[in-house]
């Protein structure tokens, strides 16, 4: 990174401009990347850190916590003509967590599978009640990968021989961990050019209130999102 700013600076004094907009496009994406990975060793860090008798959190409603992260990235579907639905109940789905960290999990499964579905694809994002489990799955049409590496792409900075362009680095390894820590399971499926399957199982919040009765929990609510709709 020294290097290449460097490069901008001498080409900015050679040439009368403040900087060159590729070199500088190439840096700002470099120390970006740089500063994800920091943050992932931090949470990382904070997650094994975390004391046992630790105060529980308040819950966290997956309904609208997914519903929010996926309007954000509505736009960016949009510009690539991906299509994006999501299926989730009516009512509130609370689990008990860290919401800045289930929100990063859904966000990087969510951003994985848009960075590989090409256009004219489709993502489908599920929140369903299982029993005494919230079920999230997170379905794409992109170029997938090789079933032989559905348990080591969680591995830290793990490429599969099948992956292609598919990078699980140190992303997919911190969200295990993030999961794990919230009781919970990951679990991959995939087919090399026939997409990928994400699915996160995380133990349901029960209250006095609750019935948990498959009655509410069908009753759900599609949103079409991206290109077409």
Known sequence: MHTRAQLIARRARH?????????????????????????????SARLAAAPADRKPDPPVDLTSLIGATLAAEAERAAERQVTLT???????????????????????LLA???????????????????????EIVIADTGRGFDQADARRIFDRFHRGAGAGERRFGLGLALLQEVVT?????IEAEGRTGRGARFTVRLPRTRSPGTTGR??????LRMWQLGAGT
Do not use: F, K
Request: hydrophobic share 40%; glycine share 10%; net charge negative.
């Open 86 to 108: 999501l299926d989730t109940p009516a009512a509130p789905l609370p689990v008990p967590g860290v919401e800045s960290a289930l929100r990063r999990v859904v966000g990087e």
């Open 214 to 219: 498959a009655s509410r929990i069908r009753n």
């Open 181 to 185: 820590s919230h009781h919970g399971t």
């Open 15 to 43: 040439d009368g401009a403040a900087t060159n907009l590729e070199d500088l496009e190439r840096l700002i994406g470099t120390t970006r990347r740089l500063g994800e990975i920091v943050d992932d060793l931090l949470l």
């Open 112 to 134: 994985n599978a848009l960075a590989h579905t090409p256009a004219g694809g489709r993502i489908d994002v599920t929140l369903r009640a299982v029993d005494n489990v919230a």
